[in-house]
């Protein structure tokens, strides 16, 4: 998986490129923290279960 992906920031109010700034093995798989690096918007995406951006 890449420490860098685009996505949209509800803050920006544009596309920007999240930062990978944790991951870690659950459960319900692997959770993974993005933040914004430019508003410190952040979000967790575990293996497709979850995704708390679309919240």
Sequence with gaps: ???EM???CPNCGETRSF???ASTELHLGRKVKWD???CDY???RIDG???TSTA
């Design 42 to 44: 952040g979000f967790v």
């Design 19 to 21: 930062w990978k700034i």
């Design 1 to 3: 998986m890449s420490l």
């Design 6 to 8: 685009e996505h949209e």
């Design 49 to 51: 279960a979850v995704d």
């Design 36 to 38: 914004c690096p430019e």
